[in-house]
């Protein structure tokens, strides 16, 4: 069974302090990863996924196949970052079903 | 191009009474999902349409959910009777391929 999780609910830091929201997930073949975000009174949104190779509004992610974890980083957070950020999961097999984790609330202080 | 709409966008109903919301996706977009977050857990997946057919309803949650994709346009799903547990937000995605979701705003369902 697909599993993902998301250790944090909430997680605080100042403007430009480095943040990394923490996914882990459990599948026994060869998974997509996707970060997902949802900002205030705002649609969720696609952010990144990790076939991509790409930055987002500086953010990166790794996928880690030995640590079974991919999770997201940013090296200076700003502001605007503060949302809901859901880590996800599909499969070759799944026909793009998503699974994904409970989310973590970030939260960027002035 | 326009986004994935969803209506009502807040819904409060009595239990028991019956509830429709409906989501129309990006045209052209073959592939149709429903979600739903319920207060505190994670969005978990109900269903995928191809065009008009049903690809996998293995995440809906009992006989009382009724979804239907009328000439592979829009989706209705519809809830009847309505409990307290039904109570979430319920978003719809579509795509053109399996990647690469679009997400409509979601629809808020209060069951009292």
């Known amino acids: 069974a697909q599993r993902v999780t998301q250790p944090e609910k909430l997680l605080s830091v100042f403007k430009g302090a480095p943040v990394e929201l923490k996914c882990n997930y459990s599948?026994?073949?060869?998974?997509?990863l996707f970060w997902y975000v949802q900002y205030s009174r705002q649609r969720l949104q696609l952010l990144l996924r990790?076939?991509s190779r790409e930055s987002i509004k500086g953010f990166t992610a790794d996928l880690n196949k030995g640590e079974t974890s991919f999770h997201l980083k940013k090296p200076f957070a700003q502001e605007e970052d503060s949302a809901m950020y859901y880590c996800a999961l599909t499969s070759g097999t799944s026909y793009g079903k998503l699974t994904f984790g409970q989310g973590t609330i970030l939260t960027v202080h002035p | 191009e326009a986004g994935v709409t969803q209506f009502p966008s807040h819904s409060v109903i009595e239990k028991g009474q019956t509830v429709t919301l409906r989501c129309d996706p990006i045209?052209?977009?073959?592939?149709l999902y429903w979600y739903r977050r319920v207060m505190g857990k994670e969005i978990k997946f109900l269903l995928h349409f191809v065009k008009e057919s049903k690809q996998d309803e293995s995440g809906m949650p009992n006989n009382r959910f009724l979804a239907e994709r009328t000439g592979g346009t829009y989706s209705t799903l519809k809830v009847q009777p309505a409990e307290l547990e039904d109570s979430g937000v319920y978003f719809c995605?579509?795509?053109?391929?399996?990647?690469?979701?679009?997400f409509g705003s979601g629809t808020r369902l209060t069951v009292v």
């Open positions: 045209s052209g977009h073959d592939n």
């Open positions: 990790h076939i």
């Open positions: 995605a579509s795509s053109q391929d399996i990647r690469g979701y679009t």
């Open positions: 599948y026994s073949g060869s998974p997509e």
